[in-house]
Nanobody, 123 residues
């Protein structure tokens, strides 16, 4: 079984900074793309940022230039550095990973989600 465990959420003031972490554990062959998504009350879940195993990144327009996604492949961990957040960034942030499992010599990619961590931006 694969688990994604997020940490680092909480209350942050506008203009401050916060770092989220998400560590994958369990039995798997490798991890392809990892990413962060968020869901604000009454809104649909939306993409924040993704990063491939090779380090290529993709950001939502609303966070580009303020947030930074990175990963440590040796630790199976993805990070989200949130700089200069504003109240509109308040949401539950979810980690996502495209995990490659191997059974009977066959590799198969499956999508996994973390349990979510609350980020509140307020003074």
């Amino acid at each position: 079984q694969v688990q994604l465990v997020e940490s680092g959420g909480g209350l942050v003031q506008p203009g401050g900074s916060l770092r989220l972490s998400c560590a994958a554990s369990g039995r798997f062959f490798s991890i392809n793309t990892m990413g962060w998504y968020r869901q604000a009350p009454g809104k649909q879940r939306e993409l924040v940022a993704t990063i491939t195993s090779g380090g290529s990144t993709n950001y939502a327009g609303s966070v580009k230039g303020r947030f930074d996604i990175s990963r440590d492949n040796a630790k199976n961990t993805v990070y989200l550095q949130m700089n200069s957040p504003n109240p509109e960034d308040t949401a539950v942030y979810y980690c996502n990973a495209a995990v490659v499992l191997r059974a009977l010599g066959i590799r198969r990619e499956s999508d996994y989600w973390g349990q979510g961590t609350q980020v509140t931006v307020s003074s």
